[in-house]
């Protein structure tokens, strides 16, 4: 008789904030294979965010988005993010926005996911760089 393991602690609440850091009942989770799990299994479903795993479903609070970029490679109109969980995904230079929220410089990109793509810090420098303010 096999014995099904409940994944998502009850009364949990977990959250993605607008830098890419995710928390549960507020606190900092750093423990990077759960940091790297989370990230591949988080989901953009029609009624929000979720962690999504085998039969079971844990919705999330997300600030702003739900995937991270740390690199980019290519130029012209489509190029590729390199976005945490997911690898190298195809994006739309075109869509890029620049905004300085809370004074902090913020890139954000349209990209083959389905939502939008912020680029974390090591990533946006050099776009900025290289493509100047969008």
Not at 31 to 41: K, S
Not at 83 to 104: C, F, I
Request: aromatic share 10%; glycine share 8%.
């Amino acid at each position: 008789m096999s014995r099904q393991v409940q994944v998502w602690v009850e009364n949990e609440i977990i959250s993605l904030d607008a830098r890419g850091n995710w928390k549960s009942n507020g606190e900092p989770i750093t423990h990077e294979r759960t940091l790297a799990f989370f990230d591949r299994i988080l989901t953009l479903e029609k009624d929000g965010w979720a962690l999504v795993y085998a039969n079971e479903r844990k919705p999330v609070t997300v600030e702003s988005t739900g995937f991270f970029a740390d690199a980019f490679r290519g130029e012209g109109p489509t190029f590729e993010l390199r976005v945490r969980g997911r690898g190298w995904v195809q994006a739309d230079l075109d869509s890029a926005h620049y905004s300085e929220p809370d004074g902090e410089p913020t890139v954000t990109v349209d990209c083959a996911l389905g939502a939008r793509v912020r680029l974390l810090q090591e990533a946006h420098g050099e776009f900025l760089l290289l493509h100047g303010k969008i």
